[in-house]
């Protein structure tokens, strides 16, 4: 059966393929239809083969399906195979169901917009990219995925091209991308020149086995690292996505908190091997996500767009993930990345639930008092915001408690503090989200609020099954201390088994009661301060921002790193387009161009004077001709030439 | 006797020849171009060629120069006058081209070992050209069919009125 | 007995007067006549050489170029007409629209 995993990616290539070709002819209904149901298939697929793995002994979970020969050229040589282990196959549902949810959301929230077929092709486009970035067994075929999810970003973001912002934000993530692209690109080749073989299976065991000088492996490391960074979002290459939430909000949801961003992390927890081997790649990880994650949560919290918020908050939560991975805590990230990806994409689906309701508004402070208009909508943000700030018995809770402990045993105690405190921040903002939209009175325009509304089933039933997951999902992965197993981590030992870094859950379980505690504390104390500042105690934030005005304006504009950015890469950059555009373009291109135009007229207007007209001239041409011929052929004779 | 022939025969031709590049009046050109064509008759006869001579006859000194001859009526170009040339430079060239050309042409034909002395004998002039024309030369024979009634066509075309 | 260089020879006079009358006449019809006179001389010559050779392959060659001749006068003599519709009867340099 497993060698049936072909089908996983077929049905969204054939929804690309049938939507992208026949779309415009099918209409809206069938189009929407046939995309998600591609996805759903491929959902069940990849269901299948889980069923499939589960049912092997947990050494073998390993399989790889050949399709065909792809690349042949000299010594390099790429087939075209799919790996299904436990890591792909966990990657490979969460991006199958999260999107089967949210394309069915995006046929009600796009309802009326124009281009709908094409907005469907793109979506299993990106559906297709990201399972063959998954699935891959080789650095090309998740180079393939890598940028093809990045092509598919770049046009669902300015999906609505015609207007300005969408258009400019879809070059600012295509550019940035670019930035780790090139990295990322460069280490694959590096890894060629090394191990002589681009496919997973050769590669990682070589790693370790001190083929490789430290030099060359903290190289292949860090240039893999810059692309993880570009894709998700981390400091200093997360400029892009705060611009991105530009896009319609299901692909918010979908692309920019759900998965694609998440791509990052599934590579170096898949080529794991490579960072251990090198000594500083590993902290490298830890620390830029340690601060990414600080830095994204203090920004979130004065934030005053909807999306915005969601956006530094995926940020943030990313760092989380990246916090575990250079811990070496592999299995807590793929954890935490499947809880966010279901509590993230139901927070996003709820804006757009909100924003739909409001016309598009999207400033939290013109909100507020949505509780009893949108019932079902205010229910599963609660759900999603309880999951994100790390409550008790809802997901986000077991992952971050994973991270955390994974994070104490192997980094110490400085990351785990700084996870700590971000669990904090993130608690705040999520719940400062949640009092500000739903609760208080309504502080927009009345004639909308009044007109507020739950959204319809089709939006709905999406909404539902996330929150049930955002609740539920995280009973996959119980702590160590509660003695009941951890399934999902259970479940990834194998593609883990080789780690070499030691040290795994050696915490006593007292150490680990008391940061459970701690955590839950710091948590406790976010909500807390948030139900004071912005419920308890209105207009006292309000004071507050204005007398740390200072403070307010270097957070609200994300320490200002846009503007740096813009003065020492952009505007150099410009100025060097603008005195190419303007000297050697005119001088040297139009000139070379326009000379050349000119001398082949100037040469024209010479030759047209041979052009007379009369007949007798061109005789004369003629017979000048014989008498050379004929000239020609007797000097031949005589002379012998 | 034959050379006698010929002499006079070839003199005829070449005074002819220059007289229809010389006569200013169209109609006596035409004239001199029909002594021209019956002198080569007359030396096709005595090459052996009598069915060339016969048709030289027919095509060109009747019809062709027929043909000429009602042009210039039907246009009335009996009497037209050449304006001065504006562009002398064409005689004088044209002339010096010829010279060369002349000299050239004349130099090869003596120096080339191919012009030997002519055999006496008689040919079965028609029965062999016949023979020839539906044998080995069909294709060529049926595509001037062709040319011809394109001409015919082209012809009818570019002579007639434009309607408007 | 006339040996074939003669004829040859006055081929080439024929040919070189023809030239010379397209070159140095301006009246059309004259032009035309010219050019005439020049596929004669070269008709010559081919009769010439097909006695010389004892080659049918000359005489049924004169054969095709009278046809194609008859052809072009024919043409010749249309366009002819067709120029001293517009004006042009005298001159064939008042025919010099074509010039670059």
Redesign the interface.
């Not at chain 2, 191919?114 to 004998?121: S, V, W």
């Not at chain 3, 025919?95 to 670059?100: F, P, R, T, V």
């Given at each position: 059966m497993l060698d049936y995993a072909w089908l996983i990616p077929l049905f969204p290539l054939v929804g690309v393929l049938v939507n992208g070709l026949l779309g415009r002819w099918l209409g809206r209904r069938v189009v929407a239809a046939l995309a998600s149901l591609a996805v759903a298939a491929s959902f069940v697929a990849a269901l299948v083969m889980l069923v499939e793995l589960l049912g092997l002994d947990p050494e073998s979970r390993s399989h790889v399906v050949p399709l065909y020969r792809w690349i042949v050229s000299g010594d390099f040589q790429v087939e075209a195979r799919l790996l299904i282990d436990p890591l792909s196959i966990v990657m490979a549902l969460v991006v199958t169901g999260v999107s089967a949810l949210i394309h069915i959301y995006s046929a009600a929230y796009m309802h009326g917009e124009q281009y709908y077929e094409r907005y469907f092709t793109w979506l299993n486009l990106f559906v297709l990219m990201m399972l063959i970035l998954v699935l891959g067994d080789s650095f090309v075929t998740l180079y393939v995925g890598w940028e093809g999810v990045g092509l598919s970003s770049f046009l669902l973001i300015g999906y609505w091209f015609q207007r300005e912002a969408p258009a400019k934000a879809a070059r600012k993530a295509f550019l940035v991308n670019r930035v780790g692209d090139l990295g990322f690109a460069l280490g694959i080749m590096l890894i060629f020149a090394t191990f002589g073989s681009v496919t997973y299976a050769d590669v990682l065991p070589a790693a370790l086995s001190g083929l490789m000088t430290p030099g060359t492996a903290t190289a292949i490391a860090l240039l893999l690292l810059a692309g993880a960074v570009a894709k998700s979002a981390q400091f200093p290459l997360h400029v892009w996505l705060p611009d991105a939430m530009e896009g319609p909000t299901p692909v918010s949801a979908l692309i920019h908190a759900a998965t694609m961003v998440t791509a990052g992390v599934y590579m170096i927890a898949r080529v794991h091997p490579l960072f251990e081997a090198s000594a500083s790649a590993l902290s490298w990880v830890l620390w830029i996500g340690g601060l990414t994650a600080f830095f994204a949560a203090t920004v979130a919290v004065v934030q005053r767009d909807l999306k915005r918020i969601l956006a530094y908050s995926t940020i943030s939560q990313l760092g989380y993930m990246f916090l575990a991975l250079g811990a070496g805590a592999y299995g807590a990230a793929i954890f935490h990345l499947m809880t966010h990806a279901f509590f993230k994409a139901l927070l996003f689906l709820c804006a757009g639930a909100v924003m739909h309701a409001l016309d598009g508004e999207l400033d939290i402070f013109k909100m507020g008092g949505l509780r009893q208009k949108m019932r079902w909508t205010f229910m599963t943000t609660l759900a999603g915001v309880l999951a994100l700030s790390g409550v008790p018995l809802f997901s986000g809770f077991f992952s971050k408690e994973a991270i955390l402990a994974g994070v104490y045993a192997q980094a110490g105690l400085l990351p785990w503090l700084l996870g700590l405190v971000t669990a904090g921040i993130t608690a705040f903002y999520s719940f400062r989200l949640l009092f500000v939209v739903f609760y208080g009175r309504s502080r927009g325009e009345r004639r909308r609020a009044e007109a507020a509304h739950d959204p319809s089933a089709l939006m709905l039933v999406p909404l539902i099954l996330l929150a049930v997951l955002a609740i539920v999902g995280g009973y996959l992965g119980l702590p160590h201390v509660l003695g009941l197993g951890n399934a999902i981590e259970a479940f990834l030992e194998p593609v883990f088994a080789g780690t070499t870094l030691t040290g795994h859950a050696a915490a006593s379980s007292v150490i680990e009661w008391l940061m459970i505690a701690a955590a839950v504390v710091v948590v406790a104390a976010g909500a807390g301060l948030a139900y004071w500042l912005y419920l308890a105690r209105e207009g006292l934030a309000a004071r507050l921002t204005k007398g740390a005005e200072g403070v307010h304006n270097l957070l609200f504009n994300a320490y200002h790193v846009d503007t740096v950015y813009t003065t020492i890469v952009v505007e150099p950059l410009r100025s060097v387009g603008r005195a190419l555009s303007e000297t050697v373009e005119v001088m040297g291109v139009d000139r070379a161009a326009d000379g050349l135009a000119e001398l082949v007229g100037a040469l024209g207007t010479g030759?047209?004077?041979?052009?007379?007209?009369?007949?007798?001239n061109y005789?004369?041409g003629m017979?000048a001709g014989v008498v050379l011929l004929l000239g020609y052929f007797l000097a031949r004779i005589l002379i012998g030439w | 006797m034959?050379?006698v022939v010929?002499a006079v025969l070839?003199g005829v031709?070449?005074l002819a020849?220059?007289g229809?590049?010389a006569?200013r009046n169209?109609v006596h050109?035409?004239l001199f171009?029909l002594v021209?064509?019956a002198c080569?008759a007359g030396?096709?006869i005595?090459?052996?060629?009598q069915?060339?001579a016969v048709?030289?006859i027919i095509?060109?000194a009747t019809?062709?120069v027929v043909?000429?001859l009602f042009?210039?009526m039907?246009?009335g170009?009996e009497h037209?006058?050449?304006?001065p040339?504006?562009?002398p430079y064409?005689?004088i060239?044209?002339?010096a081209?010829?010279?060369l050309?002349?000299g050239g042409?004349?130099w090869a034909?003596?120096a080339s070992p191919?012009?030997?002395?002519?055999?006496?004998?008689i040919?079965s002039?028609v029965r062999?050209?016949g023979a020839?024309?539906l044998t080995?030369?069909s294709v060529?024979?049926e595509l001037?069919s062709v040319?011809?009634l394109?001409?015919?066509i082209?012809?009818?075309v570019?002579?007639k009125?434009r309607l408007q | 007995?006339?040996?074939?260089?003669?004829?040859?020879?006055?081929s080439?006079?024929?040919?070189?007067?023809?030239?010379?009358?397209?070159?140095?006449?301006?009246?059309p019809?004259?032009?035309?006549?010219?050019v005439?006179?020049m596929l004669?001389a070269v008709?010559?010559t081919l009769?010439?050489?097909?006695?010389?050779?004892?080659d049918?392959?000359g005489?049924?060659f004169?054969?095709?170029v009278?046809?194609?001749?008859?052809?072009?006068?024919?043409?010749g003599?249309?366009?002819?007409?067709?120029l001293?519709?517009h004006g042009i009867?005298?001159?064939?340099?008042e025919?010099?629209?074509?010039?670059?």
């Open positions: 030759v047209r004077r041979l052009q007379t007209g009369l007949v007798r005789a004369l017979l | 034959e050379m010929f070839a031709a070449v020849g220059l229809v590049v006569q169209v050109s035409a171009l021209n064509f080569l030396l096709y005595l090459l052996n060629a069915f060339l048709v030289q095509v060109y019809a062709i043909l000429f042009v210039v039907l246009l170009m037209a006058r050449e304006t040339d504006l562009r064409h005689a060239a044209g002339a081209l010829g010279a050309l002349l042409v004349v034909f003596v191919a012009a030997a002395a002519i055999e006496p004998g040919v002039d062999e050209i020839a024309l080995d030369f060529p024979f001037v040319v011809l394109v001409a015919l082209g012809a009818i570019l002579a009125t | 007995m006339v040996p074939g260089e003669y004829y040859l020879i006055l080439a006079a024929l040919f070189v007067t023809g030239a010379v009358g397209v070159l140095v006449r301006r009246n019809l004259v032009v035309f006549m010219s005439e006179m004669n008709n010559l009769v010439t050489y097909a006695r010389v050779w004892d049918v392959a005489r049924v004169v054969l095709l009278m046809a194609v001749a008859a052809a072009e006068v024919a043409i003599l249309a366009i002819i007409v067709a001293a519709r009867s005298a001159d064939v340099d025919a010099n629209l074509l010039k670059g």
